[in-house]
């Protein structure tokens, strides 16, 4: 079979960087017309990050969500973009556990620069390619790539699909969450604790710890014991799936209460449309994004926190 990533791709099609343009423009309806474009169907090509994110390569298949969002509006997730702005500094250290094909990893390579570290945990393999060869592709020594799974002790998982839609070029995404009657495929993969990596590693201390893994977060942090007692995570930002949560035993308040006993303190992360547009458009601070978290609050369905 040829290889899908291929270092000679073609470079951005003519018509990307006048449709990015004109889509930022638009007051509404902006993601109406991504995915008409995405349904258009083009090659996957060499696109960049925006020049605020160090203008790098990134594989584009626009059939991919993100990639799609990323390519024609210069952002994703604008509320955790500006927080790795307003956290990461040259020489800091970023692990990215559930990196998908790298956007954070790039963002935060750009931020730390040559002297900082980036760890990058992925558990899916297709994934795990585009990712390796946006890392060489741009030439990113300090970026550490590790085809693992996060959990509470060293072994294998099965996991399944996380998208129908998934396939060779984008639309990557396991998950430990067995919904009934899932005929998606399935991967067998190595697991490993986080203290471990770190360990491993040699990281005394992470600037800034991002965590998005559909429902495995409780398994995760579980494995995260001994670098969340001893304050070695400075920042967690943390994205919570509380029916992916449920499926495997534990909820989103067992893991506030827990990371509340190891002293950390937590924000609510402002995910509303309104935010979103006014985070990405510049027109609204990322602190005012932010509300702590009190006892009695209401998460919703899909919670994003950051942690101190």
């Known amino acids: 079979m040829t290889d899908i990533i291929d270092r000679e791709l073609q470079n951005t099609p003519w018509w990307v960087d006048p449709a990015a343009e004109l889509i930022q423009r638009l007051p509404a309806g902006r993601y109406r017309v991504l995915n008409w474009i995405g349904r258009r169907g083009a090659d996957p090509f060499w696109a960049r990050m925006p020049a605020e994110l160090g203008s790098l390569f990134f594989r584009c298949d626009l059939r991919d969500g993100i990639m799609r969002e990323v390519c024609l509006t210069g952002r994703y997730e604008p509320q955790e973009t500006a927080l790795l702005q307003q956290i990461l500094r040259s020489g800091m250290t970023f692990v990215d556990v559930g990196a998908n094909w790298g956007y954070f990893t790039l963002c935060a390579a750009h931020l730390v620069g040559r002297t900082g570290r980036v760890v990058s945990m992925e558990v899916d393999p297709r994934a795990c390619r585009t990712l390796r060869a946006n890392i060489e592709r741009n030439k990113l020594e300090a970026v550490t790539l590790l085809e693992i799974a996060a959990s509470d002790a060293p072994g294998v998982l099965r996991l399944h699909e996380y998208e129908p839609c998934a396939n060779e070029s984008g639309n990557f995404g396991l998950t430990g969450a ?3 009657g899932n005929s998606h495929r399935q991967f067998d993969v190595a697991a490993s604790p986080i203290d471990d990596v770190l360990d491993r590693a040699g990281i005394a201390q992470v600037d800034l710890l991002k965590m998005d893994i559909e429902g495995s977060e409780g398994r995760a942090l579980a494995g995260l014991r001994r670098a969340l007692g001893d304050r070695r995570i400075k920042f967690l930002l943390l994205e919570v799936h ?16 827990d990371l509340r006993g190891y002293g950390y303190r937590a924000w609510k992360i402002d995910h509303s449309p309104s935010a979103h547009r006014r985070i990405a458009s510049g027109k609204m601070e990322i602190t005012s994004a932010l509300t702590p978290l009190a006892d009695m609050d209401d998460l919703g369905p899909w919670p994003h926190l950051l942690w101190a």
């Open 242 to 257: 509380p029916q992916y949560l449920r499926d495997q035993g534990t909820s989103v308040e067992r893991i506030v209460a």
């Open 178 to 180: 067995e919904a009934k």
